[in-house]
């Protein structure tokens, strides 16, 4: 007999033995010490402290960015050539249809959950509780980064979502409305504003990797650059970039940006925490577990991933050789150059040879991801085949990456040379030779370029080509590239539809008020 079984026949048992009739109406109304409820919980600092932690997990666990993120949305780039598993990759390759491909369902409900939490903390942290200004104001300074990073996600994905910035009071509140993509970029830049004047500098301790005002101001600064707020956007991004927090890496050092060592260094604008670790539950919401990197899954090689993986396009790696690079190729893609290697420094022909072999048979060139494809973290025997050992920090908005995002906004204002300084500090760092000379659509280009080159396989390129309206030139009927980067699936990307993922079925069902993504 199992232990549940057992329960409920003792739990029948004592049911049994309690007299139906009882004068004494205290024995019936008593408070359950041993449990936590809303009524008990907001009492002190500690408890705040608790909610905070626990607002962060439906973002890193295996649900969001610990791993389903990558495998339906962020893999929908020129970058990958995916290799077709299914309605594994029906969204990553644009073949997927509403109720019937996977994944659009757990990265909808996850930040979904982070908002609530983030909303009660909102709502409920106060002098009361917590009569430090300065720990209070951290803790609420959090739940506006993370809802406005919640948001910031879920409007690039879906477009049309609700905005619900307060926990429930009736039933009505329960079947939200779609708000318009602007009103929810305004909600973003409200929270991203508020997070900004709330958080620290900087954290100290065990503290550190949490947001900061940095952190904020370069989520404000992407956020009105994806709008085309070109002057605002400036402002706040030159705030991160003037305030001396933050520096380039040195060349020798680039590729620690990627790894498990000197993770939150001085180029990181923000990233979020993972920790190898034993304690395993698939997307599960509970303490301890879901946020190791998952994501190894999709960027590990077809003959070391448990799904089919993919191949780097060759367009990245002739953008490479033909900007004579070597720093960043040999951080961001795995092939045949001298002195490559695989896993745990062992020779790329050695130990990617039945991936070479797969790439022959299938007409493929061997290109693979080396960015968080746990390369670094030994031998292939050494990385778990699922990523549970996998601990590198996802870094969300890097240096480098807001030099460019400045860079951008100030060339969109006919900036030009203001921007090129902003290009070549990111060049230089790469041991690359400098821009000069170049005329504002030259410089858009460069950039264009640039962002591929620092950045690529770090989350970016896919919504980079929706906000340039670039999508169907790259990945629509014909590719500017030649070879199409969807060729393995056959995907088309489909202007008008595919800049977003369709609404889950489950919360159509749900709620009458949502309507279907155009195309769906």
């Known amino acids: 007999m199992n232990t549940y079984s057992k329960f409920l026949m003792i739990a029948t048992v004592a049911l049994m033995m309690i007299p139906m009739g009882c004068e004494d109406s205290s024995l019936l109304n008593q408070n359950n010490t041993n449990t936590v409820s809303t009524g008990n919980f907001w009492a002190n600092a500690t408890d705040a402290s608790l909610a905070v932690n626990g607002m962060y997990h439906p973002i890193t666990n295996t649900f969001f960015w610990g791993r389903i993120l990558h495998t339906g949305a962020i893999l929908r780039s020129d970058i990958f050539n995916v290799r077709p598993f299914g309605p594994n990759t029906a969204m990553s390759t644009f073949q997927g249809e509403a109720g019937s491909a996977r994944w659009s369902t757990e990265i909808w409900q996850e930040p979904f959950k982070t908002i609530f939490r983030a909303n009660n903390i909102l709502e409920n942290v106060s002098a009361e509780n917590v009569p430090d200004a300065t720990q209070r104001n951290g803790f609420l300074g959090q739940a506006h980064f993370m809802r406005g990073l919640s948001y910031w996600y879920l409007v690039n994905l879906y477009g049309n979502v609700p905005l619900v910035t307060k926990t429930a009071d009736g039933e009505e509140d329960f079947f939200p409305t779609q708000s318009s993509p602007a009103e929810v970029w305004a909600q973003i830049e409200t929270d991203m504003m508020m997070a900004g004047d709330l958080l620290p500098t900087s954290w100290e301790g065990a503290d550190v990797g949490r947001p900061t005002s940095g952190s904020a101001a370069g989520m404000l600064g992407k956020s009105l650059l994806y709008q085309a707020k070109w002057a605002e956007a400036e402002t706040a991004l030159m705030a991160v970039i003037n305030s001396g ?230 990945m629509g009927t014909t590719s500017l590239h030649g070879d199409h980067p969807k060729s393995l699936s056959g995907g088309i990307f489909q202007s008008g539809k595919h800049e977003f993922v369709w609404i889950p079925v489950s919360e159509l069902t749900a709620n009458e008020n949502l309507t279907q993504n155009p195309g769906y």
């Open 245 to 474: 927090q933050y520096d380039l890496l040195p060349s020798s050092q680039y590729m620690d940006n990627f790894t498990q060592s000197n993770e939150n260094n001085v180029e990181s604008v923000y990233e979020l925490q993972f920790l190898g670790q034993a304690a395993f539950a698939w997307g599960v919401d509970i303490p301890g577990t879901g946020n190791m990197g998952n994501f190894h899954i999709d960027y590990a090689p077809p003959s070391k991933s448990p799904d089919q993986s993919h191949y780097v396009n060759g367009w990245v790696r002739d953008l490479f050789e033909a900007n004579g690079e070597t720093i960043r190729r040999d951080a961001t893609i795995a092939y045949d150059y001298e002195g490559s290697t695989g896993y745990g420094g062992v020779p790329f022909t050695e130990d990617f040879a039945d991936d070479i072999a797969l790439a022959a048979n299938e007409g493929m060139e061997p290109i693979y991801s080396r960015k968080y494809a746990g390369l670094d973290i030994g031998k292939r025997a050494d990385v778990d085949f699922l990523g549970t050992n996998v601990g590198n920090n996802w870094r969300i908005i890097r240096y480098a990456d807001v030099l460019l995002m400045a860079a951008e906004a100030m060339n969109e204002q006919g900036k030009t040379s203001e921007a090129e300084a902003l290009l070549n500090q990111v060049r230089e760092r790469a041991l690359v030779d400098s821009k000069t000379g170049l005329s504002q659509s030259e410089m858009t280009q460069a950039i264009i370029d640039e962002r591929v080159l620092e950045l690529s396989g770090e989350s970016h390129r896919f919504f980079d080509l929706v906000r340039w309206g670039l999508a169907d030139d790259y």
